[in-house]
RNA sequence: GUGGUUGUAGUUCAGUUGGUUAGAACGUCGGAUUGUGAUUCCGAAGGUCGAGGGUUCGAGUCCCUUCAGCCACCCCA
């Protein structure tokens, strides 16, 4: 009989104890900050009806959608985000949620499309989001959730930058370009990538305009350089139109919002020429980039959608938030080196040294997971020095050694295994407190 | 989805103009006086050379296809 290859599909991925205890780590990093903002936690199902995930973010999201017919002919669909799902959900369920309603979810979800560094089929994101209230507060508090977010991550060279689509929306109406918006913002996206005339060439080619209704709306390109620059600068720009001026009226006031609840000033850039592509974006909109490997691309990016549950219910339902992209933030801190190597998760290991003693190494194991010592036993009755190299390759703080010797004078070898020392403590099952007290203070 | 590039033991790689039983290092496992781990010494296991087909007397080495990784485009976390 012919063995099966072992094997994952492309851009999906197995994760090794070294790469998971990171990713947990961040998870749990993730949810302390949402909830010490207010966010609650929700889930929803993997599978959605295809319909509720197709024409919400553009053509390209429809054709990276995993997507196939179910066993009762149902067409169904992979979330490609957690953004469409919470739409859904918050449609559905906001009568009994009330607003505002703030939740966050860490799933993963699925893009068929080619894979790359820090790029895969499926990735996970930690989103967090604010349903039902259009108040800058909840603008502000977005930034300050991203701010917060990193830093506890432990990064402090990044930059947030952020810009408001009704700037875009409204420079694209006066300039009576309304109708050609997804293509021109989409070009204009790429700006900071290509430059100033292949991006008029771009817009041209994309959008069906003339070149010099390009260079009107890369006009925005000028405005660059500190946030109070480019807000001295804008006027100038948007001309009279009212929803433009609003807009950037509103972008100030969510510079001043966050800056005055504490983030850093020079960790956020006012960016007038980032658009995102994701079509449902209306107001407010960030990405978050590492100062020190900006080409892995955004971290965290979101927005302000006004509309999107409206796809759902009659109900006004607008929203703001943003993603975390989980797998893309670790491979970047991979590549930054970053990790810890440390993959075991518990500090204290007992060899399995003494057949007689096994109920000993047992019974000994349970004492200290009672005082809150995560301890592993080896399952095997093997030569201490091969059960020695086991820990020292695993990364314990400590080895426990007890032979018949010890047990008989009542004690325990506390190996401190990275300094290479140990020493004898005084241990007996019914008073374990000398030992307990070694090994919780280092 | 398009284009480029790479693919040899668990890992990192060597493998001359195609020529006999495919190598090394690290790792793994075993041993070096019967209870002590990153060093040393000895030994062992582990590869249908990504997969399939073709050219050839003969292919890891050439050609085609396919799969996967990486990079660029596209898009995005």
């Not at 000028?222 to 001295?232: I, K």
């Not at 972008?251 to 956020?268: F, N, Q």
Request: charge should be negative; proline fraction near 5%.
């Amino acid at each position: 009989m012919s063995l099966i290859q072992p094997r994952t599909l492309k851009g999906f991925r197995d994760y090794l104890p070294a790469a998971m205890i990171p990713r947990e780590r961040l998870m749990e990093t993730a949810r302390e900050t949402f909830r010490s903002f207010g966010f609650a936690p929700i889930d929803t199902p993997t599978l959605e009806h295809l319909e509720i995930l197709t024409g919400k973010g553009s053509e390209e999201t429809d054709r990276q959608l995993y997507q196939f017919v179910d066993a009762g002919k149902r067409p169904v669909g992979m979330r490609f985000d957690l953004t469409v799902p919470l739409a859904r959900f918050a449609a559905q369920h906001i009568n009994e949620l009330g607003t505002p309603f703030k939740r966050y979810h860490i799933a993963p979800v699925w893009r068929g499309e080619n894979p790359q560094a820090g790029r895969y089929r499926e990735f996970y994101q930690c989103d967090f989001d604010t349903i039902g209230t259009e108040s800058v507060l909840a603008d502000i508090e977005a930034v300050t959730v991203i701010d917060s977010l990193i830093r506890a991550i432990g990064i402090d060279a990044f930059t947030i930058s952020i810009n408001n689509r009704a700037i875009l929306n409204g420079l694209l109406e006066s300039l009576g370009l309304a109708d050609k918006a997804t293509p021109i913002l989409r070009s204009l996206d790429k700006l900071a990538k290509i430059g100033l005339e292949a991006t008029n060439a771009e817009m041209v080619n994309a959008a069906g305009i003339t070149s010099e209704q390009a260079d009107q709306v890369l006009g925005l390109a000028q405005c660059d350089g500190t946030a109070e620059q480019v807000f001295a600068k804008l006027p100038g720009i948007l001309g009279d139109n009212e929803k433009a001026n609003e807009g950037a009226a509103r972008l100030r006031e969510i510079y001043d919002g966050a800056i005055a609840s504490g983030v850093s000033p020079d960790r956020i850039k006012i960016d007038v020429s980032i658009a995102r592509g994701l079509d449902y974006y209306t107001g407010v909109i960030f990405e978050t980039t590492l100062d020190e490997l900006p080409g892995i691309g955004s971290i965290c990016s979101g927005g302000r959608y006004d509309n999107l549950a409206g796809l759902y219910t009659k109900q006004h339902l607008p929203g703001i938030g943003a993603s975390l992209g989980l797998d893309r933030l670790l491979s970047a801190l991979e590549t930054l080196e970053r990790l810890s190597s440390n993959s075991k998760p518990c500090p204290v290991f007992i060899p399995f040294f003494d057949k007689d003693h096994r109920d000993d190494y047992l019974r000994l194991a349970t004492n200290l997971r009672k005082a809150g010592i995560g301890t592993e036993v080896y399952p095997e009755p093997r030569k201490l020095k091969a059960q020695l190299k086991y820990a020292d390759g695993h990364g314990f703080q400590y080895a426990l050694i007890a032979g018949g010797n010890e047990w008989e004078r009542g004690e325990v070898q506390v190996k401190v295994l990275a300094e290479k020392t140990s020493e004898d403590i005084a241990y007996q099952h019914d008073a374990p407190e000398k030992l307990i007290e070694r090994l919780t203070t280092s």
